[in-house]
């Protein structure tokens, strides 16, 4: 276990489905991050939050949206996804906000699939 | 274009082999170098490198890194079963301040008894 959770941890939806990630960290981390892991390729980070405020991000589509209430919850908001979104959704949170110097913790991802 | 580059992608080996993992990296404002293992789940943290030439050690693990030459490396003794494992090396960029990994794509190693 490192601290961070996700739910759920598969997920099946169609096209034209609305879904919600959940992300929760129980480290007392400030900064909150959504990454993308599609077979044979790298890592691609989607999101950043720092201290709630969303810092990065990286080109992602608008069939993606984060959310951060609060320093300990993440959210990642599906709609009208399509087949090549089908991925791992792995959130990770660090201590700091001050770049790179702080390990980041994942959580055990979201396997989704959309039909 | 920052990119992270990992060698080999797959590797099998028998238990008791040494192995050595490789990374290099293109990145412009290079801030550090963690060294992940990912098996059916979450990766789990092995080493973050800041400084060229000092080796960290865990166990049968060590990684150092070359900021000269840009490349780091992961090396495995006595390698385990339970080393089996996709190895992830991330490069941490610093001019955003965001905390933002450049991920290569892994070396999937496979250790067999």
């Known amino acids: 276990e490192t601290g961070v959770t996700q739910t759920p941890r598969h997920l099946v939806m169609g096209m034209t489905n609305k879904k919600s990630l959940k992300c929760e960290q129980h480290l007392g981390h400030n900064a909150m991050y959504w990454y993308k892991q599609s077979a044979k390729k790298p890592l691609e980070l989607m999101f950043v939050y720092s201290l709630e405020e969303r810092v990065e991000n990286n080109s992602v589509p608008s069939r993606f949206s984060p959310e951060c209430p609060n320093s300990s919850h993440l959210f990642l908001h599906l709609h009208t996804l399509q087949p090549e979104d089908s991925a791992l959704y792995l959130c990770?949170?660090?201590?700091?906000?001050?770049?790179?110097?702080?390990?980041?913790?994942f959580g055990p991802g979201t396997r989704l699939t959309v039909l | 274009e920052d990119k992270v580059v990992q060698s080999p992608l797959s590797l099998v080996v028998h238990e008791g082999d040494t192995v050595t993992l490789n990374c290099s990296y293109e990145v412009t404002n290079f801030r550090s170098l963690l060294w992940y293992k990912q098996e059916k789940k979450a990766p789990t943290f092995l080493f973050m490198l800041?400084?060229?030439?000092i080796e960290k050690k865990s166990g049968r693990l060590s990684s150092i890194l070359d900021k000269k030459e840009l490349f780091s490396i992961l090396n495995i003794t006595a390698t385990q079963t339970g080393d089996s494992a996709v190895y992830l090396c991330a490069v941490g960029e610093g001019s955003s301040n965001t905390g933002k990994l450049i991920f290569g794509q892994g070396t999937t190693l496979q250790v067999k008894p």
């Open positions: 990770a949170s660090s201590q700091g906000r001050r770049g790179s110097l702080y390990e980041q913790f």
């Open positions: 800041t400084s060229s030439g």
